[in-house]
C-alpha cells in the first residue's frame, strides 16, 4: 500500500515535514514560510540547561520543537492530530490505521536508530521528523527530508527509533494535518511571524534570549580559557559547533532560511525593504558560518587565529550588532507597511 | 569546468590538512565524510569543505541536508558546482 506523495528534500526535518504535509493536502506553502510563520527564528543560551551527559550548556538557534507546528496551525487555520503512546505496539497500529486511511504521516524519531542513514550522520538527537507515505510488508516507505530520495525501513527499526530514549524521547509521538483550510491569504500569519521573530530577538527581557543572549554567550566564550583551561576550553566550542553546524540546520542554515523568508515576506506584503533585510540576513548567516569554522578549528587544534577566543567572541558580537540592525528594521518596515 | 574533480581534491586536502598518501586512497566515487570514506572526515571537516567551495567557487552549501547529499564524492560535489555555476 502506497499513498502517492511527492517526496522533497528540505533545509530542516521538522520545517520541511510540516511543508510537505500541507502541500500534500493543497495548501501551498513552502519550507521557508513555514519557518517564518512558525516563527521558527531564535536565539537563546541557556548556561542553567546542560546537555551531552549534563555537560555543556545549551545553545538553540531556533525556537522549541513543536512551537512552529503550534504557531503554523493558529495562523494558518490548520488542526493537527498530534499523539504519543505509552504502548509501541499502540503506536504502530496508530500508524498502520492513518496509513490504511490514505493520510501521510509524520512520526518523531531517534536519528541513531535509523537504519538508512550514513554512518557519518546517526548521532543521538530524538526530535527528527520523518513522514511515512505507505507499507509494503514488513517494510514502511519514507520520506525522510535529509534524504534526496524516498527509503524503505523495516517495522522493528521504525519502532525503535521512534521509541529511543532520552532527552526529547520521541514516545510515538506521530501527527498529521486533520483539517487543512483550501485556501489562506498569507499576509496576516506572515506579517505576525515577523513581529514574533523581532519581539523574540530584540524585545524579551532576559539578557539570555536574542541578541542580548548572542552577546552574552560571546562575553562567556571569550572567559572559557580562563575559566575552564584550554582542554575543557576547546571542547566547549566544539560543543558549540555541533549545536551550530550539525543538529538540526544550525545557526547558519537558520539564517539563510529566514533569509529565504523575508525575500518571500516582501513579495507577499509588498514591502521592497524586506528583500534588503533578506540578503542581509543571509550575509550573517555566512558570519556565523566563519564562526563555526573557526571553532572547529579550535577545538581540532589546527592552525588558527592568534587569540581565537577573542576572535571568537568578536564574531558573535558581529553577528548581533547586524542581527539586531536588520529586525530594527524589518519592525520599522512593518509599523510602515501597517500605516 | 574541465578537471573539476581535480581542483576539488586538492581543496579538499589543504581544507582538511591531508597528507598525499591519503589523499591518493580516495575515488573521485568515494564517500568524503563518514566512517564509509577512505578519508575518515568528520562532520567538522565537512563544514571545512563547505567554507572552502564557497570561497573558491562562490557557491554556497546552504544547510546540512544538501551537505549529506553533495559530499557523498568528488564527482557528485563537482556536478553540484556545476548546475550552481550554470544557474547563477
Not at chain 1, 112 to 127: D, E, I, K, S, T
Not at chain 1, 170 to 186: E, F, H, K, S
Not at chain 2, 45 to 57: C, N, S
Request: charged share 25%.
Amino acid at each position: 500500500m502506497q499513498i502517492p506523495f511527492r517526496h522533497v528534500q528540505g533545509a530542516h526535518c521538522e520545517t520541511a515535514t510540516i511543508a510537505a504535509l500541507l502541500q500534500h493536502q493543497g495548501l501551498q506553502v513552502n519550507e521557508p514560510q513555514v519557518f517564518g510563520v512558525g516563527s521558527g527564528y531564535f536565539f537563546a543560551y541557556l548556561p542553567f540547561i546542560k546537555v551531552t551527559d549534563k555537560k555543556f550548556p545549551l545553545v538553540t538557534f531556533r525556537a522549541q520543537p513543536g512551537a512552529i507546528l503550534k504557531n503554523v496551525g493558529r495562523r494558518l487555520g490548520v488542526k493537527w492530530h498530534d499523539v504519543t503512546f505509552k504502548d509501541p505496539a499502540k503506536a504502530m497500529d496508530a500508524l498502520d490505521r492513518s496509513l490504511d486511511a490514505g493520510i501521510p504521516t509524520a512520526v518523531q524519531t531517534g536519528v541513531y536508530w535509523l537504519p538508512y542513514l550514513p554512518g557519518a550522520f546517526r548521532f543521538h538527537f530524538n526530535a527528527h521528523n520523518v513522514i511515512v507515505y505507505g507499507r509494503e510488508g514488513d517494510e514502511y516507505l519514507l520520506s525522510d527530508p535529509v534524504l534526496a530520495e524516498p527509503v524503505r525501513c523495516s517495522r522493528a527499526d521504525l519502532q525503535r527509533a521512534r521509541y529511543a530514549r532520552g532527552d526529547m524521547a520521541p514516545n510515538g509521538r506521530l501527527y498529521y494535518p486533520a483539517v487543512v483550510p483550501r485556501q489562506t491569504d498569507l499576509r496576516g500569519p506572515v506579517r505576525a511571524g515577523l513581529k514574533d521573530a523581532c519581539f523574540n530577538m530584540l524585545k524579551i527581557p532576559f539578557p539570555l534570549i536574542g541578541v542580548r543572549g548572542i552577546r552574552r554567550l560571546a562575553k562567556v566564550v571569550q572567559g572559557w580559557p580562563r575559566r575552564l583551561g584550554p582542554e575543557m576550553a576547546a571542547l566547549n566550542v566544539g560543543h558549540l559547533v555541533l549545536l551550530l553546524e550539525e543538529i538540526g540546520t544550525g545557526g547558519a542554515g537558520f539564517r539563510f532560511m529566514y533569509g529565504a523568508f523575508l525575500g518571500e515576506a516582501a513579495g507577499i506584503l509588498g514591502i521592497d525593504g524586506l528583500s534588503d533585510a533578506s540578503r542581509r540576513l543571509t550575509a550573517v548567516g555566512d558570519t556565523w558560518r566563519e564562526f563555526a569554522l573557526l571553532a572547529s578549528r579550535t577545538c581540532k587544534g589546527r592552525k588558527v587565529v592568534e587569540r581565537p577566543y577573542d576572535r571568537l567572541a568578536e564574531l558573535l558580537r558581529e553577528c548581533a550588532d547586524r542581527e539586531q540592525a536588520i529586525f530594527r528594521d524589518v519592525q520599522a518596515l512593518l509599523r510602515r507597511g501597517a500605516a | 569546468m574541465e578537471g573539476l574533480e581535480k581542483e576539488l581534491r586538492a581543496l579538499v586536502q589543504k581544507a582538511c590538512d591531508l597528507d598525499d598518501a591519503r589523499m591518493a586512497t580516495v575515488t573521485d566515487d568515494d564517500p568524503l565524510i563518514g566512517p564509509e570514506s577512505p578519508l575518515g572526515l568528520d562532520s567538522l571537516d565537512a563544514l571545512e569543505i563547505v567554507t572552502a567551495v564557497q570561497r573558491q567557487y562562490g557557491v554556497r552549501i546552504d544547510n546540512q541536508n544538501t551537505s549529506i547529499r553533495v559530499l557523498q564524492s568528488l564527482r557528485i560535489l563537482a556536478d553540484f558546482i556545476r548546475q550552481e555555476k550554470a544557474a547563477q
